[in-house]
């Protein structure tokens, strides 16, 4: 049986029309909010910034794959091969004690100068959670998730925009067959090119390095590496089921 997921995006952007509006967050209105804990339990895919990749990179498989509204390219942080898996994720609900960005600021958006929040994500809820504005400093974590997506998606931009003048970025086929049988197929996935970066020229190689390019592109492109002990896991998980 073969299976082929898109990977789906998990992008800090508006919400498409007819989506529930959002509200402005407010000390007084939003005096008895609760949330409950990130988590990237059941997240197969989520999308990273380039300051998460190194710590990332040495679990999980990081690739490009593209917005299906824009085109444009994000980083995919790779934990399960199909939606509802993840194959990495700690009792409660980080990766060996980290939580990404993007789990980190579920619910929360940047609109303008203020922090906005979807009342219909399922993350808040009055009887669950902890409060929202306590001591804990939950709300805290979550303008650092804000602050560092608002960063890295620029970040993002201007890297991409590089390795694609650099003719850097090239698709990968990943399909895997499994202990029970199965192969699946993620499409729509991207890497950096072993064998381009290793062929450019002198200058371009000390303009990424200097603009910290040259780094992601090695951190990316090691990070391959984890795409067979990420399969190992899933057998193994198969086997003990």
């Given at each position: 049986m073969q ?7 998990a992008v800090s ?5 007819g ?11 939003h005096?008895?909010l609760?949330v ?12 990273v910034?380039p ?19 824009t ?7 790779l ?8 194959l990495?994720?700690?009792?409660d ?11 980190e ?9 203020d ?19 306590d ?7 979550v303008?650092r998730a804000?602050s560092?997506?608002?960063?890295g ?19 990968i086929?990943?399909?895997?067959t499994?202990?029970d049988?199965r ?6 996935l ?6 381009t970066?290793?062929?450019?020229a002198a200058a371009?190689?000390?303009a990424l390095?200097g603009?910290?390019?040259l780094?992601l592109?090695?951190t990316?492109?090691?990070?391959l590496d ?5 399969a190992r ?5 198969l086997?003990?089921a």
């Open positions: 299976q082929r997921d898109a990977v789906a995006p952007a508006p919400p498409p029309p989506a529930p509006v959002w509200e402005l967050l407010d000390t007084d209105t005096a008895a609760r409950r804990p990130a988590s990237v339990a059941g997240r197969h895919v989520v999308q910034m300051d998460e990749c190194a710590r990332l990179g040495a679990r999980c498989p990081l690739l490009f794959t593209k917005h299906p509204a085109g444009k390219f994000y980083i995919a942080a934990f399960g091969f199909e939606p509802g898996e993840n990495l994720v700690d009792g609900g980080r990766l060996d004690g980290y939580m990404p960005h993007d789990a600021r579920e619910g929360f958006f940047i609109s303008g100068d922090i906005a929040i979807d009342r219909a994500h399922p993350r808040f809820a009055i009887a669950e959670g902890a409060a929202l504005f001591e804990g400093g939950r709300l805290r974590q303008q804000l560092a997506i608002n960063a998606i620029e970040q993002t931009r201007l890297f991409v925009e590089t390795f694609l003048r650099l003719a850097l970025i090239e698709p086929d990943l399909s895997l499994f202990d049988g192969t699946i197929t993620l499409d729509g991207y890497t950096i090119s072993r064998d970066l290793a062929q450019l371009d190689v000390a390095h603009s910290g390019a780094r592109a090695y990316m492109t090691n990070s984890q795409i067979a002990l990420l896991r899933r057998n193994d998980r086997a003990g």
